[in-house]
């Protein structure tokens, strides 16, 4: 696996919030809290990490599954989390794990601050209590750095999730630029984004995949981003940077 710098965390202007990153094995973090949690963040991350990998050992196919993957009865909770998602919108559990990390380690970082921001690969979860901005970053599109998303407090805790052809070490099948979605389970969030984005051939896709994405229970808002095209659904507010 090759690392790409992620240089759109550089983007972050707001300073009321202290930052740090943690990383484990392929799991990089990048952490905003109202404090320095570093040391507690490790130990959940290698918390809900530990599972996964050790479910993996035993049933290899999980990791390379494409599709739904049957689990049994005694699975950890993420992995089950991680298996509901996939089934919801037909793709492999794995595409829900960036998610499903995000949203376990932050829920437990709130026990320490009222607000927290984990963001994993383009995937975020987000309990905040002021509204916040997330920029928007498409690759070459022309939308990347010009537009951004209002996040207010109701809305929150609240999962944010990118998939993308161009964009991070994802796997997808289609051509969106940038597809985020919105959804209270950060690993539907996850997984749908991958679901959504496979559906995206070009601009002609971006109705049909909308209309996809409303018909998935638990789904809060879509935004689709080809070349030049942008697609919206449900609670998405664009602002201009």
Known sequence: MVYEPRTYRRWIKDNDLVSFTIAVKETDLYIRARRNLQRKALKALLKHRAPVENYIKRHPA???????????????????????????VGVGPMAAVAGAI???????LLTFSPEVIVENGGDLFLKISKQRVVGVYAGMSYFTGRIALEINPEQTPLGVCTSSRTVGHSLSFGQADAVIVLS????LADAAATAIGNLIDGPDDISSAIEFAQHVDGLVGVAIITDEKMGLWGEMKICAV
């Open 62 to 88: 999980f990791l390379a599954a494409l599709t739904p993957f049957p689990i049994q009865d005694d699975a950890p909770q993420i992995v089950k989390q991680m298996a509901e998602a996939a089934e919801k």
């Open 184 to 187: 209270r389970s950060c690993a």
């Open 102 to 108: 995000a949203e376990c380690v932050g829920r437990e």
